[in-house]
């Protein structure tokens, strides 16, 4: 300013009469008064609203980058154009047994981090056709190459100006466990149906229907040759299927003898019609011709 030359912008803090200051960005310009006067015209722009928006920035990036290091969740955060890794958490790493220098500013490709390359491509269009998906189930390869099964969700945000996706897996494999071993134990005990209505039907039969106390019979009902026999196949376990195979019938009549037994003996599924028979001691009444 001494030397009457122009001040280039640059940010200060401004004294107030208050005692506090406030940021500016100024600059000073050379000019002459009407009485050929040296001056300098300074300009000032307000830069609080600005600082105070960098700082809150700061802030919650500050918060997001150290939620993000400890979630319990393993999140990944890669690039959106050209899905390179920017950061992993320590979840993360725990459950793929990756080193952190190993991952970060590769692609997951590079590392085979999905089960396939059609699965990452999925989870690629995923992003690129709207930006977010949710509960999309994956299989993560580990460092040692062993899956891991999870669900995934992703989600596109803004991280230090830079369009990311920030990913998030749910270790299922225990449930997934759990699920196949049930299914497993399910399809054992159907395989022996015969188990299944000796046993399980006996008991069910026992609780639905108890002994009348004054020892009275139970009601009879009419039946043809051919209900007594499909009936007897029902108690069996055998499917429409297997009756109509048995029998020589199409499944179709099977269907209708099946339909009309139930109405008969007021039964609506094979578990009533099985105890309805095993309450009678398959008694079912006198036999008439069809």
């Known amino acids: 300013m001494k030397d009457g030359e122009t001040i280039p912008q640059m940010e200060a803090g401004l004294p107030l009469p208050a005692g506090n200051s406030k940021m500016v960005l100024l600059a000073g310009h050379p000019a002459e008064m009407s009485n050929n006067e040296a001056c300098m015209i300074f300009t000032f722009a307000d830069l609080e ?54 991952v970060v500013g590769r692609k997951p490709a590079d590392i085979e981090l999905f089960e396939t390359a059609a699965t990452r491509r999925e989870i690629e269009r995923k992003i690129a056709e709207s930006g977010a998906f949710r509960g999309y189930e994956v299989q993560l390869k580990t460092s040692e190459g062993q899956l891991v099964t999870c669900l ?44 299944l209505s000796q046993k399980i039907m006996d008991r069910l039969a026992a609780l639905r229907t108890p002994a009348a106390p004054d020892g009275s019979a139970l009601p009879t009902v009419e039946l043809t040759r051919r209900e007594r026999e499909v009936l007897g196949l029902i108690t069996q376990g055998r499917s429409d299927d297997a009756i109509a195979d048995t029998l020589g019938l199409k499944r179709n009549t099977v269907r209708n003898h099946v339909a009309r037994l139930y109405g008969k003996i007021d039964a609506h599924s094979r578990a009533e019609a099985i105890i309805w028979a095993r309450d009678r001691g398959h008694h079912l009444g006198h036999t008439e011709t069809e």
């Open 49 to 102: 609203p600005r600082h105070r928006a960098e700082q809150a920035l700061r802030q919650s990036e500050e918060r997001f980058a150290t939620a993000f290091r400890f979630a319990p969740v393993p999140m990944l955060l890669t690039s959106l154009d050209g899905h390179r890794i920017l950061n992993v958490n320590h979840a993360f790493l725990a459950l793929t047994d990756w080193g952190y220098e190993s």
């Open 152 to 195: 995934a969700s992703a989600e596109t945000v803004t991280i230090n100006g830079q369009f990311c996706i920030l990913a998030a897996f749910q270790d299922i494999s225990e449930r997934k466990r759990t699920e196949l071993d049930l299914i497993a134990a399910i399809e054992g005990a159907m395989r022996d149906s015969s188990w």
